[in-house]
């Protein structure tokens, strides 16, 4: 891929796209939040495509595509706020047994050096893999102890603080804890960048049905700009997440780190920004439970923060480039 999806890439985004809006509708995506309310079977389903497998060597139960694929991929899915521990089964798959046919359930935590450990899907779990300086650890998902956010900020994806963390048994050692947070920034950028696209779409659908003084919103010059804005800032941080997915590809290491970062900017400036200007499209009902408006902004909220936050990949953006 030169930076241009390829026929059998947009064939594969397709299919994921069309999957997506058959079996997980928003009605399904609000249900994950809910207490047992992780859908087990449609899960399976969605591990059934090869969708954590993507980028794993075929003689290792994988596709044997390129990461970039799982990057185009994780976009779709964002785009369609298809919920679940999609970067913990992308990340393990292959290196824990059954994540790969979506029969084990992993949840995923990256161990910060101060303040909470929290962790999304805990109870559904069936393994936490816990990422560190050190290395990359697995533990049944019964042995961490947490307790239950009420009201999480996604209430699409139930959330766990960890009072104690696992020993567990080691996995991976440094290298695996590098590659396995820069990858899972990337694909969170991923989700980003797609999330952005599906509050711009949501935006502009609602803008050419809702009408005021006989007329379509989405024909008053105000709008149109807010919409053309969402536009570009979508395009920016699709080329961005695209770019730093080639580069890991070609391991083109003296630039990974900083297309990674630049992606996280780009991407969770996208989601925020064309969230809130969805919301603002669709006025004050835009903040109600039964909008969706909200859902793309709540999860752009939480996916800007997973493996490193905006203020740390700017950091590096700075740092790397001040080297230069």
């Known amino acids: ?65 390129d990461f970039i694929d799982a990057v185009l991929v994780h976009e779709a899915l964002g785009s369609a706020l298809v919920p679940g521990p999609l970067l913990a089964a992308t990340l393990s798959a292959g290196l824990v047994d059954g994540v790969l046919d979506g029969s084990v359930l992993p949840a995923i935590v990256d161990i ?73 920034s990337l694909l969170a950028s991923a989700q980003l960048s797609g999330n952005s696209t599906g509050s711009t779409n949501l935006a502009v659908a609602y803008a050419k049905e809702r009408e005021q003084f006989g007329r379509p919103i989405g024909s008053f010059q105000g709008l149109k700009h807010l919409l053309a804005d969402s536009w570009i800032r979508t395009e920016i941080a699709r080329s961005s997440v695209w770019a730093a997915g080639v580069m890991i590809d070609e391991s083109d290491v003296g630039s990974v780190d900083r297309a990674v970062s630049g992606a996280r900017l780009t991407a969770a400036r996208a989601a925020t920004e064309n969230a809130k200007t969805c919301v603002q499209v669709h006025g004050g009902m835009g903040f109600t439970w039964e909008v969706d408006a909200h859902l793309f902004l709540k999860r752009a909220w939480v996916l800007e923060t997973v493996f490193g936050s905006v203020d740390e990949a700017a950091e590096i953006v700075a740092r790397l480039y001040a080297a230069d």
Do not use: K
């Not at 009605?27 to 497998?53: C, K, Q």
């Not at 533990?139 to 994806?157: F, K, L, N, R, Y």
């Open 112 to 184: 910060p050096h101060d303040g909470p450990i929290m962790v999304e899907y805990l109870r559904s779990s069936d393994v936490l893999l816990m990422v560190d300086d050190d290395g990359v650890r697995v533990a049944p998902s019964a042995h961490a102890v947490g307790i239950d956010v009420v009201h999480s900020t996604d209430p699409t994806s139930p959330v766990s603080i960890l009072e104690s963390v696992p020993a567990g048994d080691l996995i991976g050692g440094p290298e695996l804890a590098v590659a396995w947070r820069q990858r899972g």
């Open 1 to 65: 891929m030169d930076l241009q999806p390829t026929d059998d890439q947009l064939a594969l985004i397709d299919m994921v796209t069309g999957f997506a809006s058959d079996r997980f509708p928003i009605d399904v995506v609000r249900s994950f939040g809910e207490p047992n309310g992780f859908d087990r079977d449609r899960w399976t389903e969605l591990a059934a495509l090869g969708t954590f497998g993507l980028a794993l060597p075929e003689g290792e139960g994988g596709v044997g595509l």
